[in-house]
């Protein structure tokens, strides 16, 4: 069994241990409405987990996506407060985030600027550059026809969990099937020999961080739309949230190796645990210290599954490998 095989059954088996002690302790925790608000409060976060895991997957990394989630919510809702209809909000929001991504991706692949600096202040720029357009006031009163896109929320709810659920059969199915997905994998596993084999590993780079940019703007479109208020400081912290998601599902932070499933995994998990902690009468303040533990062990992991693989054991799997040898 591949070592990404073994992470995304690790990360299985812990939550399945995880709904064990909940079942046992706290069976309150599995009543449909508190199932139904974790959903909706996770939806963003795997959406945009989409789009990191293709960055990471390059080798490059985006911790701008809490910032940018942040200004295309408030976008988002402005705009409904200037009577945009729904649809196209959404367009808006998509091609704003798809924008900003491409400009974060252009300085990496095009500038040679690295991708932590980059992102490290087009976060900075992005959160404070809201903060003095918004005074810090939030975005209120939005009208009935955004708040549920004008439906109930029992509506809303299998909604957007339909349009999660979409986007990760797509995303699964376009790595694994699609040649340029399999450029992704070889991308991020051996540039140089991808770029030897006809890839534009520019080009590939530019693309995943517009395609994180408009996933992080369908994610501020459902979010915003849960509610009839935005706050200015929205998605404080969503950075770490998505970046442990996608490295404790296995896609290694090295790039080359990773998958959706993982992915997915990685949001149940940690999605799962602030609730539980506070089910469990636990301080949900040792949330982001579980999280920033996870990135810790996750990194450690797959540095040590590197130096193996320079001793000569056996490689973890990678799909990157077939691409570049196939040449597509």
């Not at 706290?26 to 009543?31: K, L, N, T, V």
């Not at 997915?264 to 902690?277: E, K, M, N, S």
């Not at 990135?295 to 799909?319: C, Q, Y």
Request: aromatic share 6%.
């Amino acid at each position: 069994m591949s070592s990404l095989r073994v992470r995304e059954w690790s990360v299985a088996g812990a939550i399945a241990l995880l709904c064990l002690i909940l079942a046992s302790l706290a069976p309150g925790y599995f009543r449909l409405e508190n199932l139904s608000a974790i959903l909706l409060a996770n939806v963003p976060a795997l959406i945009m987990a989409l789009g990191m895991t293709l960055v990471i997957l390059t080798a490059e990394i985006d911790i701008s996506v809490g910032s940018m989630f942040a200004v295309l919510s408030v976008a988002a809702g402005v705009l409904a407060k200037d009577g945009l209809p729904a649809p196209a909000v959404a367009l808006v929001a998509c091609l704003a985030g798809a924008a900003l991504g491409a400009l974060n991706g252009g300085l990496v692949a095009y500038w040679r600027v690295p991708s932590i600096v980059v992102t490290l202040a087009a976060m900075i720029a992005l959160r404070d550059g809201l903060r003095w357009a918004t005074q810090g006031a939030w975005v209120e009163n939005l009208p009935r026809s955004f708040q549920w896109f004008g439906l109930r929320q029992s509506q809303y709810t299998p909604i957007a969990a339909f349009v999660a659920g979409s986007l990760v059969i797509a995303a699964a199915w376009a790595l694994d099937r699609l040649t340029a997905g399999r450029a992704v994998y070889a991308t991020g596993s051996n540039p140089e020999a991808a770029r030897l084999a006809g890839l534009d590993t520019r080009r590939i780079v530019l693309a995943v961080f517009a395609l994180n940019g408009a996933l992080a703007g369908v994610a501020a479109l459902l979010n915003a739309a849960r509610f009839n208020q935005i706050p200015a400081n929205t998605g404080l912290g969503l950075e770490m949230k998505v970046i442990a998601a996608v490295v404790v599902g296995g896609t290694a932070i090295s790039g080359g190796t990773g998958s959706i499933l993982g992915t997915l995994l990685g949001v149940a998990l940690l999605g799962a645990i602030g609730p539980a902690l506070t089910f469990l009468g636990i301080n949900a303040y040792w949330e982001k210290a579980i999280q920033g533990g996870i990135i810790l062990a996750a990194i450690v992991t797959d540095t040590s599954r590197a130096r193996l693989h320079l001793l000569g054991k056996k490689p973890g799997r990678n799909h990157a490998s077939d691409a570049a040898t196939t040449g597509t």
